[in-house]
């Protein structure tokens, strides 16, 4: 007789001998070191709704997700796995003596063992701790642990042990990673077809692989069928459906949706093995999608990135790094561009208005002059080169001019604008620490969830929630940034600029920006509901040629609320102390934007005398004369843009000559009131 033979042999008879042998196997199996049962299982980030938005794999490169509520699974897969597997798993304490008994007597009647008996209490016992099933010793070791196995754990646990380290072929272990990778969903709702192979599969995973060998895993899912057939668990009928269908042809990829932000929880939490989000992840699909596709009309090299909230609640919907996850098509697609610092270009300008509308500064129907200024060295200009002359504050914001918001800024002061913006939940980078005029224009360092975060606040009416990814971070609000007003103005104003073509028009109060050497192209967006922001460029700052937030961005941005939802959710009716007015109705001193500290400067501005509008003059010795009445010194002269002289006291002065052809000569005083003339040198 064969040594596993006599083996089995002599354990049967212990189990079922009475009196003190009894108790020796009880002392026996109360003493038995159990293997770790608390396995390493992978990290699982999941949606608002529990979907899994990533998974990563344990050390050992395993997918091994969580162990499943039983209730959780498929019943019918349950069912069938207890039939065909261990019929009597609810009441053995471990081994069941009729298996075992089975399979001592067909090794006694074929000199070798034909069936080992093993029930899934001893397969788990197995697969806890690595161990074969061919030896004798091995089989008695297996024999032991589920015996004890049994002693203290309850039967839900053992069955959730096996679901959990139960192996499915190629990496997978666990019934939640075979449905994923088998079926591509959770194991709440099974086919018989699919329960059959998950039945099968464990019993030899790699020879059964349908992915590697489709007529081994069908001949298999072919006799669980069977076999379920014949028990009376599923109708002839089914089975035969059942037998029929497709087998899986690859083995699909985990879902690997935000990548970025699941990768920057994972670092920040390292022991966590969950973590629930406000995602939501059929619009983060749509949304990895949309910029995927904008990403490549753009061009090589181009990134891109989305970040989707509700400005109600402060939730992330959608976050979208980059393009692709991967590295490749040189977009440095590693690289999360929500949290990247870039230049904001002209997406700040909406605060200092807002900023300028609290302080009684201006209305979005003031007239504010646009014309040459100058601020010690530093004379802004318009994105175009020119100046519009008087126009309203509302039509200066829509146009998104420089000399308008520079002259707001210069009143309001860079502190209280970069103030404003902290206290908005932004966290705004100074390249040179202290701020200057040109942050309004985009000379500071901010992300796109910075500029979310800031637009997020302006439709929650100048006061919001500060955003958050995790289910478990609490609702915050920020500080109140601007009043109800002050927001709702420039909601108004916003939502009159003119949409992409196709785009409905006054649904979204949106503004767009074009950072210096056009690096970044920027689109920030709301409605009632929801804000979104959207950024392109080259992640490692060159420039990307002729590249617009107009023309780049904003279309980019209507689609995306477009797939976040049917239709736009109207801005909210202005709050009651809001002054909605034309400019002749304003008060006198909100008719006409006038610097601080106007009131005690003469009325009139600065006006050239000589030389006169078109005239010619002869270049001489190289130098021009100046003359001029009206304004408060000091007063700055430039020359087609540039200063050529500041600081300058009298009402005559010599400038030096800027060269043949036509220039034009502007002279700004202390007030900011420019005059202008055009002449032609000889």
Known sequence: MARPVRALLALAVLLFAGGAARDGVDAWIDATDLPVTLSETSVEVRDR???????????????????????????????????????????????????????????????????????????????????????????????????????????DRVLSLYLTHAPYGGPLEGVRAATFAWFGKEPARLTPAQAALLVALPQSPETRRPDRHPRAARA??????????????????????????????????FPMLAPHLADALRAADPLARRHDLTLDAGLQARMEALVQQAARKAGPRVSAA??????????????VGSPAYAAGAGRQG????????????????????????????????????DGPVIYGRYAPRNFDGRFRGDLPVRAALQMSLNIPVIKLTNDLG?????????????????????????????????????LVQLYAVIAAGGQGPLLRETQEAPFAQTPRVISPAAAWQLGDILRGLTPPPGAPAHALAYKTGTSYGHRDAWAIGFDGRHVIGVWMGRADGTPVPGAFGGELAAPVLFEAFGRLKPEFEPLPAPPPETLILTTAELPPPLRRYRPRGAALMPSGGPRLTFPPDGARLARGDGRITLKLNGGVAPFTVLANGAPVATALQGREFDISSPGRGFSTLVVVDHGGRSDRVTVQLD
């Not at 019929?87 to 074929?110: C, E, I, N, T």
């Not at 590693?334 to 302080?359: C, E, W």
């Open 49 to 155: 709704d529990g979907v899994l938005l990533r998974a990563y794999p344990v050390a050992d490169g395993l997918m091994r997700l969580a162990p499943p509520q039983l209730g959780a699974v498929d019943a019918r897969f349950i069912d069938m796995l207890l039939a065909y597997e261990d019929k009597r798993f609810r009441s053995h304490s471990g081994v069941d003596p009729l298996a075992m008994g089975r399979a001592v007597a067909q090794a006694l009647w074929h000199g070798r063992t034909v069936s080992g008996g093993s029930t899934l209490t001893m397969q788990v016992a197995r697969l806890l701790e690595d161990g074969g099933t061919g030896r004798w010793v091995g089989k008695l070791r297996q024999i032991r642990v589920a015996l004890a196995l049994e002693r203290r754990l309850d039967k």
């Open 220 to 253: 298999a899912r072919a006799r669980v069928l069977d076999r379920m057939r014949a028990r009376g668990l599923i109708t002839a009928e089914q089975a035969e459906t059942a037998a029929r269908a497709p087998l899986p042809e690859t083995m699909r990829p």
């Open 414 to 450: 860079p502190a209280r604008v970069m103030a404003a913006l902290r206290r908005a939940g932004a966290q705004p980078r100074l390249p040179g620490g202290k701020p200057g005029l040109a942050i309004a224009l985009g000379g500071v360092g901010t992300s796109l969830r910075d």
């Open 306 to 319: 989305l970040l989707a909230a509700d400005h109600q609640t402060g939730e992330i919907l959608a976050a």
């Open 334 to 369: 590693f690289v999360d561009m929500t949290r990247a610092s870039r230049s904001p270009g002209s997406t700040l300008k909406p605060l200092v208005y807002g900023l300028a509308f609290d302080q009684g500064l201006a209305h979005p129907e003031t007239l504010i002059h």
